[in-house]
T-cell receptor, first 114, second 114 residues
Framework: GDSVTQMEGPVTLSEEAFLTINCTYTATGYPSLFWYVQYPGEGLQLLLKATKADDKGSNKGFEATYRKETTSFHLEKGSVQVSDSAVYFCALSELTGGGNKLTFGTGTQLKVEL | DAGVIQSPRHEVTEMGQEVTLRCKPISGHNSLFWYRQTMMRGLELLIYFNNNVPIDDSGMPEDRFSAKMPNASFSTLKIQPSEPRDSAVYFC????????????FGPGTRLTVL
């Protein structure tokens, strides 16, 4: 079945540092890939997505590129801020006869300090 | 526009009691999903509906859990009887159609069973 593996946290960075959170996936077909973010006490919000190979999703300074050859979708940001502290989830979805279901990774907590 | 609405936001109950969680999806969305989030198991899909019809309930942990969607604007997740191991954050999410790959999450209900 489909699965998503992402690096364990917590990841602790100083403000303005470069961020990479690794994500790899296993899927039978051609999934869409997502990064969701969860701020403390809130639900998940879609951060960015990519629907086919070599697509780059971007939002709020975050980027991720759909790499089919390495089955990866790593999240990057050039300069993190304290306000980026949250839990980040990598996810995939595949369209089946029953619709689109999201498969999530376990989440990576990011802590950004001054 | 209003997002996905969940109630209550917090619920504390005693073991053996019935618990009902409520969700109002985004107006016009035809698919609805119930998830459970715990530290140990991460984010799990419990059940999802398309056009008010349950499509896949394979994630429902046991017979104590049941979910209904009597109309397009309301769904419930019921636990009867509740147990301490049911303590978790329960999220509802909706998407525009069964083929949509983007889901919109509610703020969650934090359930504590004593």
């Amino acid at each position: 079945g489909d699965s998503v593996t992402q690096m364990e946290g917590p990841v602790t960075l100083s403000e303005e540092a470069f961020l990479t959170i690794n994500c790899t996936y296993t899927a039978t077909g051609y999934p869409s890939l997502f990064w969701y973010v969860q701020y403390p006490g809130e639900g998940l919000q879609l951060l960015l997505k990519a629907t086919k190979a070599d697509d780059k999703g971007s939002n709020k300074g975050f980027e991720a590129t759909y790499r089919k050859e390495t089955t990866s979708f790593h999240l990057e940001k050039g300069s993190v801020q304290v306000s980026d502290s949250a839990v980040y989830f990598c996810a995939l979805s595949e369209l089946t006869g029953g619709g689109n279901k999201l498969t999530f990774g376990t989440g990576t907590q990011l802590k950004v300090e001054l | 526009d209003a997002g996905v609405i969940q109630s209550p936001r917090h619920e504390v109950t005693e073991m053996g009691q019935e618990v009902t969680l409520r969700c109002k999806p985004i107006s016009g969305h035809n698919s609805l999903f119930w998830y459970r989030q715990t530290m140990m198991r991460g984010l799990e899909l419990l059940i999802y509906f398309n056009n008010n019809v349950p499509i896949d309930d394979s994630g429902m942990p046991e017979d104590r859990f049941s979910a209904k969607m009597p109309n397009a604007s309301f769904s419930t997740l019921k636990i009867q009887p509740s147990e301490p191991r049911d303590s978790a954050v329960y999220f509802c999410a909706s998407s525009l159609t069964w083929a949509s790959n983007e889901q919109f999450f509610g703020p969650g209900t934090r359930l504590t069973v004593l």
